[in-house]
């Protein structure tokens, strides 16, 4: 059996840290990928965003809460996991990237260049229209 992921997208927001009683590191952030195609009918350059939720344990996720930031842009390699908890006598779930390898893919800028460089923010979960392509 095969559960991977691999995911290219931006941080929708900086990451989050905190530590298990054993010390152990567990990182948490929202990342953004995006899909573009042309509309059939209209022409139209269409977009629609996806929102993952992403885990990552240990020194790797101290790496990523040190080093990633909102905006950035991330090669994540991972597996799905499905998590469940009780809520209001309501069962939720939540399905996340467990990852296991991040690559930052943002290159390297100047002091002067990160004053200038301008990114299109990603639109929050809810912001999207969900109309789908085919």
Not at 1 to 14: A, F, Q
Not at 103 to 121: I, N, V, Y
């Amino acid at each position: 059996m095969l559960n991977r992921v691999e995911l290219i997208g931006r941080l929708g927001r900086d990451p989050e840290t905190r530590y298990t009683q054993d010390g152990q590191a567990i990182v948490n952030f929202s990342m953004a990928t995006s899909m573009e195609w042309r509309d059939k009918s209209s022409g139209e350059k269409k977009t629609k965003v996806e929102w993952h939720r992403v885990v990552v344990f240990g020194k790797l996720g101290e790496i990523c809460g040190q080093y990633l930031s909102k905006g950035k842009l991330v090669y994540i390699e991972g597996r799905l996991q499905t998590r469940s908890w009780q809520q209001d006598g309501i069962t939720r779930y939540a399905t996340e990237i467990i990852a296991s390898d991040m690559k930052m893919l943002d290159r390297k800028q100047t002091g002067a260049e990160r004053d200038d460089a301008q990114s299109e923010p990603m639109p929050e979960p809810g912001q999207i229209d969900d109309d789908i392509p085919f």
